[in-house]
Nanobody, 123 residues
Framework: VQLQASGGGLVQAGGSLRLSCTVSSRTSSPTVISWFRQAPGKERAFIAGMSWSSSSTQYANSVKGRFTISRDNGENTVYLQMNSLEPDDTAVYYC?????????????????WGQGTLVTVSS
C-alpha cells in the first residue's frame, strides 16, 4: 500500500485547507484510512479516521466540528477538509492506513504511512 498526502500550505487563522491522501495498493486494500498530525516537539496524534467499507468516521475532540474526513471511491482518495483553522493546528499532517474492523487511535495500529504535508496557520 502506498499513500501520497498533499494539500498543505500556509493559511491565516480562520481559513480553510483541504488535504488529500491518494491510496494505491497492489495487494489487499486497507479498510481504515486516518489522518494524524505532529506539531513541533509533540508526539504524532490521531485527528480523524474513516472505515473504508462503512464510511463511519471518528474525530479527535480538538477538531470535531471543524474538520471533515471524506472519500472519493473512484479516485481512491481520502480528503481532510479543515475549516476555522487555528495556529494550534500548525503541524505536519500524515495519512495512514490499516487493515482492521475499526478506526484505531494509536499510531502503532497503522501499517502504512504517507510522507506528510506541512500545514502552517498564521495568527
Amino acid at each position: 500500500v502506498q499513500l501520497q498526502a498533499s494539500g498543505g500550505g500556509l493559511v491565516q487563522a480562520g481559513g480553510s485547507l483541504r488535504l488529500s491522501c491518494t491510496v494505491s495498493s497492489r495487494t489487499s486494500s486497507p479498510t481504515v484510512i486516518s489522518w494524524f498530525r505532529q506539531a513541533p516537539g509533540k508526539e504524532r496524534a490521531f485527528i480523524a479516521g474513516m472505515s473504508w467499507s462503512s464510511s463511519s468516521t471518528q474525530y479527535a475532540n480538538s477538531v470535531k466540528g471543524r474538520f471533515t474526513i471524506s472519500r472519493d471511491n473512484g479516485e481512491n482518495t481520502v480528503y481532510l477538509q479543515m475549516n476555522s483553522l487555528e495556529p494550534d493546528d500548525t503541524a505536519v499532517y500524515y495519512c495512514a492506513s490499516r487493515t482492521g474492523a475499526y478506526v484505531a487511535l494509536a499510531t502503532i495500529s497503522y501499517d502504512y504511512w504517507g510522507q506528510g504535508t506541512l500545514v502552517t496557520v498564521s495568527s
